[in-house]
């Protein structure tokens, strides 16, 4: 069953317990620039969740020269093969939002897993009572929902640039 | 190694432009923790014999900006900012929320040591081992937020993007506003537009040293821990237990601008002229409705999220931003000034975060000017304008002429200690009557008449960290929380962590947490009857030396400010007043209870027990221990 994670900015706290649960998780470790979403917060006050949303054409998977990405068949999360991986960041340059980085220890791409369809990070906000990220549950892919998807492939900076028109009513960035 | 720890701190000689490794060795860990009591170890083994001649704001003093093994750990990270205090003289560990101290963890470093003085604005680059100064000319003289903005841009644009490798998150930030550069003594070192180390005036301390700001990225993991399951288990656990604080994580602590008056008649109003007040417009409701932008807002780790960005989108105040305000800004710069109305309040706030000013310490001094105004002691022609109870606009010219050192700005740029002596030999009178200080620092926005807060006749008069509502000398010293009491705030800021995340919590889980990580095997028992001693013996003999432009005597000067003799005027505690006997008393049980005599000089066995012979020798060599 495909998921997917739906954000709302402006319930974000930045209080990053998604970025420690995430490595601790895939890490094992606290490690924020290793985390698999990343809170980014150009400017105090806007704190933008960047992490994966799993477009419907999937461009960093197809932008791979040695195939060391794959799309799950069950979440529809990209995978990443580390053995494959070169860490050339071909997908990086892919991405409409600039969603994966090269691992800042063992050089390969990082994409979030959805961690197998039960989000570490979805948890810990929800069970905060931040509910800045949502889990979205889909019965089988809608075509409205991949195209809407594919809007929060953007990079924080932009985010940040909208948010603070929202919350600020200008643009101090 | 030492687990929680990257065991090493960065030294940075601002005279030389030199950068160096200084290793931690496990022993002076083991028993000073971090932050706070690191500090404290550090001045006292760098200084301690020649500390009266060491000049805060000389070259010769260090500003230290330490994490501790919880930092990152403990939700709700923090990094303890130190040195010689230009407020008090003595150490004073003012710690500060901020992605900061996470960076530079995940850089390899457990804090930072800067010494001397740059020829030049700076400001320091920290990418992993990668350590430059770099020139700080453009920004000098900015305000807060341009500051930041300056900062975070030159270095997104430099790192921010790596081709190849992708995108890397923004820096953490420290940084000084004007008014540090101008070396005022109540400035502070400033995080994310609002958020401040306020005590301890260590923003004039970077200033002193020509420091704009520290910028710091890591890209490793936060240091390995002793049982990092476990950690988890307890971290969440902790997340948990907070889910219980809806009044902080609802309404953050600005709920106390009314209630504080209203309900424990403990808010200083118009100088601590009164400490009530029934101002329905104080209300958290009017800010929730009118100018909170963003409900729950926190640190790294935090689940209280006790800040609320307000903003300003419309009328005279336009533009302006700051947090909450949070309860002592709001008392201090609203209640104390005579300053009721929401969009003032949060103006006035965030010109003090802009200039970079504590908002207790310079709310304080100019409820001073204030009160010496409405007396007739300065005048017009003094202060250049009439200062009024509740003109916000010439409370903000004032604010600006301390943060610049303008005109008699540059007086009360001096602290309100300070500020009082120059006034009252100026003009023969008597102005420490109304400074509500103890020992150089304004005392917190939580008074101690009406007995209703959770401060007590001791709370200011004997914390080694003076005024400081942070770190407050209650008795008993165990609470069983790790909680804003000394003992207790003393942890806080040594694990180096937010209190308002620990305060909520049992104190067992936050020891429990320090084992899971460091593997010490530090129990509270431990932290009460060795830790406390140890550390608050030191801090209290450092302040007891104090110098080279302020000393304190014991007894005379750990006492509370005349003000809290005064009875209440108003309110359901009108009459109620501070007992002389009955804080003399106390007073005599909390030395006692650390092991220090009747004047509060740390007795000879008790230095003794806690191998503290180099203390012991100093007191005796001033003629303090006979
Ligand atoms: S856990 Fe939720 S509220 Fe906290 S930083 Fe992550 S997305 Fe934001
Ligand atoms: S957001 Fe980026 S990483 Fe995720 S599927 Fe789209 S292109 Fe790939
Ligand atoms: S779904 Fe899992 S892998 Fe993806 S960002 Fe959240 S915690 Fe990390």
Not at chain 1, 45 to 59: A, F, I, M, N, S
Not at chain 2, 393 to 414: N, P, Q, S
Not at chain 2, 578 to 598: A, I, M
Request: aromatic letters at 10%; proline letters at 5%; hydrophobic letters at 40%.
């Amino acid at each position: 069953m495909p998921i997917w994670i739906a954000r709302d900015y402006v319930r974000c706290s930045g209080c990053r317990k998604c970025e420690i649960v995430c490595s601790l998780k895939h890490e094992g470790r606290i490690w924020p620039e290793a985390s698999r979403i990343r809170i980014f917060m150009y400017v105090p006050g806007l704190e933008v969740p960047h992490l994966c949303t799993q477009c419907v054409d999937y461009p960093c998977v197809n932008s791979c020269p040695f195939k060391a990405l794959s799309i799950d068949e069950n979440t529809g999360a990209v995978r990443v093969d580390k053995e494959k991986c070169t860490g050339c960041g071909k997908c990086i340059e892919a991405c409409p939002g600039a969603v994966p980085f090269i691992h800042p220890r063992d050089g390969y791409a990082v994409i979030c897993d959805l961690c197998g369809g039960d989000p570490e990070c979805v948890k810990v906000c929800e069970e905060v009572g931040y509910n800045a990220l949502i889990l979205v549950k889909l019965e089988k892919p809608r075509l409205d929902f991949d195209i809407l998807k594919k809007g929060y492939a953007r990079k924080p900076i932009d985010v940040t640039k909208d948010l603070s028109i929202l919350l600020y009513g200008e643009e101090v960035v | 190694m030492v687990y929680g720890y990257n065991g090493r701190l960065l030294e940075v000689d601002l005279s030389t432009s030199s950068v160096k490794e200084v290793e931690l060795n496990e022993d002076t860990l083991r028993m000073y923790i971090g932050g706070r009591g690191l500090a404290t170890k550090i001045l006292w083994d760098r200084f301690g014999r020649r500390w009266d001649s060491i000049d805060p704001l000389g070259e010769e003093n260090l500003l230290l900006l330490l994490t501790g093994p919880l930092t990152g750990y403990y939700p709700g990270a923090r990094i303890c900012v130190s040195g010689k205090s230009p407020q008090s003289n003595g150490v004073i560990g003012s710690t500060v929320s901020s992605e900061f101290p996470v960076e530079l963890r995940c850089a390899g470093y457990d804090g930072i040591v800067v010494t001397g003085r740059a020829e030049k604005p700076v400001y320091i680059s920290i990418f992993n081992d990668e350590v430059d100064i770099r020139d700080a000319s453009v920004i000098w003289g900015k305000r807060g937020r341009e500051t930041l903005a300056y900062l975070v841009k030159d270095w997104v644009d430099r790192y921010g993007w790596r081709p190849g490798r992708g995108l890397l998150k923004e820096p953490g930030v420290l940084y000084i506003g004007p008014a540090g550069e101008k070396m005022v003594r109540t400035a502070v070192v400033m995080s994310k537009w609002t958020h401040a180390a306020g005590y301890g005036g260590y923003g004039a301390v970077m200033g002193s040293k020509n420091l704009k700001a520290i910028v710091a990225k890591g890209t490793n993991p936060l240091p390995e821990v002793k049982d990092i399951a476990e950690t988890e288990r307890l971290i969440r656990e902790v997340w948990k237990t907070h889910l219980g604080f809806n009044n902080l994580r609802y309404r953050g602590t600005s709920a106390g601008f009314l209630s504080v008056a209203a309900a424990t008649s403990s808010e200083p109003v118009r100088n601590w002229q009164e400490e009530w007040h029934d101002r329905i417009e104080a209300s958290t409701a009017y800010y929730e409705a009118r100018l909170w932008v963003k409900r729950f807002w926190g640190d790294f780790g935090c689940a209280i999220t006790c800040l609320k960005i307000a903003c300003i989108r419309s009328g005279r105040f336009r533009g302006c931003i700051t947090d909450n305000p949070d309860y002592e800004m709001q008392a201090y710069l609203g209640s104390n000034l005579g300053i009721f109305d929401p969009d003032s309040v949060v103006y006035i706030c965030s010109q003090a975060d802009e200039l970079g000013l504590c908002g207790i310490q310079t709310g304080n001094v100019l409820g001073f000017a204030a009160e010496l105004y409405e007396k007739g002691i300065l005048d017009e022609s003094d202060i250049g304008f009439p200062l009024r109870w509740g003109d916000t606009e010439a409370f903000a010219k004032l604010m600006h002429m301390i943060a610049y050192r303008d005109g008699i700005g540059d007086i009360l740029a001096e602290g309100t200690y300070r500020a009082a002596k120059i006034i009252s030999s100026k003009k023969g009178v008597d102005a420490l009557r109304y400074a509500v200080q103890v020992k150089g620092v304004a005392v917190g926005a939580h008074g101690i008449r009406s007995g209703l807060d959770y401060t007590m006749e001791t709370s200011y008069a004997c914390s080694t960290q003076a005024g400081d509502h942070t770190s407050v000398a209650n008795i008993p010293l165990r609470s069983g929380r790790v909680d804003l009491r000394e003992s207790g705030a003393l942890f806080a800021d040594s694990a180096v962590l937010c209190a308002f995340n620990s305060f909520s919590v049992e104190g067992e889980l936050v020891f429990r947490l320090l084992d899971s990580v460091t593997g010490f095997g530090i129990t509270m028992d431990d932290w009460y009857n060795v830790y406390v001693p140890r550390i608050l013996s030191i801090q209290r003999a450092l302040l007891l030396i104090g110098g080279p432009d302020a000393y304190w005597e014991p007894i005379k000067d750990d006492d509370n400010p005349p003000r809290f003799y005064e009875p209440l005027p108003s309110g359901f505690k009108a009459k109620a007043v501070v007992d002389r006997g009955k804080f003399e008393n106390l007073r005599r049980e909390y030395f006692e209870s650390l092991g220090w005599d009747e004047r509060g000089i740390p007795r000879l066995d008790t230095l003794v027990k806690l191998g503290l012979m180099d203390v012991a020798d100093e007191l005796k060599r001033r003629g303090l221990l006979g």
